[in-house]
């Protein structure tokens, strides 16, 4: 275990090199060829390490493949690190946010969340082979394609490899070098409002606006928000009318909900979907549904994180933990009573946007954390 930091450290051009790769083929969700590309990338590294890992491809539809790799097979209940190789960038994103290093930062699109620790977690495996070290557990890898967009075809494989494991850590972005003992749950609705279009100057009166039914029920459901038991609702996108000078006869929102507890989800789905039109002549249609399950801190989460944290404290730092809004695979592993730990990845900032980056300097630690852990559970 003293080795591991120093392996890394040795090895810190190597993966910079690898992390560059694998930023560089930009796969955004619902891009089957660019994500083909990447899986190819990450069988052909998982079999440069070791030609005894197990690989699987499972495809899913006009989205790319989930990949897994099950590596030191033994007797002992595997433990599940789980990551994704989407993101939510364009293609062309590239152009307007270079990879590049600047002044310790690392930036690219999806480099924090997450394709760096896609890479960090293949280099744990190459430590452990090169290095001769076994494991405690044999390792179940899951990189799956549609996190980003709510896993509709990878939950069921989350849920299926989360069943037979003792264990699972997700290998999500850390924040601010904290790992993640818990995070919100979410859902998503869309509100469609249906009116009667009219010309705005001769005859409004003939009108029943789309978008003033809209805004009304916006009011409503803002309402519903309760920060005290960490309950958001807040309306994202807004669309709606045909031109200028037409009452809008159809309007459209999207409403982004999350919650600390399923009671809570339920309550607000109720809400919602129970919405009642202000204008009877506007029709008011509402779908969607809860997504991912709040993962919760329990005693089980808390006695992961005291060992990972255990293990830093080895290497001379505080782990540190926290809770956030956004949800991640985590929450449907968590959901099923598997102990889980969440963001074991490296450090950074900038999810999501053209600042995206991870600090240089936190690969190498990150990386024997992570090790440790595996070693130490
Ligand atoms: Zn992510």
């Known amino acids: 275990m003293r080795m591991l930091p120093d392996y890394f450290n040795a090895k810190q051009a190597g993966i910079l090199e690898s992390i560059q790769q694998v930023v560089e083929i930009e796969t955004p969700s619902y891009n089957a060829s660019q994500n083909a590309v990447m899986v190819d990338w990450f069988e052909a590294e998982t079999r440069r390490i070791s030609a005894d890992f197990q690989i699987e491809r499972i495809f899913a539809e006009n989205l790319g493949a989930h990949f897994i790799i099950r590596a030191f097979p033994s007797n002992e209940k595997p433990v599940l690190l789980l990551g994704h ?3 939510v960038h364009p293609i062309g994103t590239i152009s307007k946010n270079p990879t590049r290093i600047e002044g310790g930062k690392f930036y690219g699109c999806g480099i924090f969340d997450m394709k760096a620790n896609c890479v960090l977690i293949l280099e744990i495996l190459r430590a452990f082979v090169e290095l001769n070290i076994q494991p405690t557990r044999p390792i179940t890898i899951l990189l799956s394609c549609d996190e980003e967009i709510g896993s509709p075809t990878g939950r069921a494989l989350v849920e299926r490899e989360a069943l037979k494991s003792e264990f699972c850590f997700v290998c999500e972005p850390s924040a601010g070098g904290k790992v993640k003992t818990g995070r919100k749950g979410t859902a998503s609705y869309t509100l469609k409002t249906h009116g009667v279009p009219a010309h705005a100057g001769l005859e409004p009166e003939k009108g ?17 928000n309760d920060l005290q038991k960490g309950t958001t609702v807040n309306v994202c996108q807004i669309n709606g009318g045909t031109a200028s ?14 919650f600390t507890s399923m009671t809570e989800a339920k309550r607000i789905e109720k809400e919602i979907k129970t919405l009642q039109n202000f204008d009877e002549r506007v029709s008011i249609e509402i779908s969607g549904e ?38 991640s695979d985590g929450n449907f592993v968590g959901a099923l009573g598997v102990p889980v730990l969440d963001g074991l990845g490296i450090a950074g900032d900038g999810a999501h946007t053209l600042d995206e980056f991870i600090f240089t300097s936190d690969i190498p630690k990150r990386a024997a954390l992570l090790a440790g852990i595996l070693l130490a559970n």
């Open 85 to 87: 190789t989407d993101t």
């Open 208 to 224: 029943a606006s789309a978008i003033l039914e809209i805004a009304r029920q916006i009011e409503k459901l803002n309402a519903l």
């Open 290 to 327: 809860i997504n991912r399950p709040p993962l919760e801190r329990t005693k089980d989460v808390v006695h992961l994180y005291e060992k990972a944290r255990q293990v830093a404290l080895k290497s001379g730092f505080e782990l540190g933990e926290t809770q956030v809004g956004g949800a």
């Open 245 to 258: 000078n037409v009452i809008p006869e159809t309007a459209e929102c999207s409403i982004d909900v999350r």
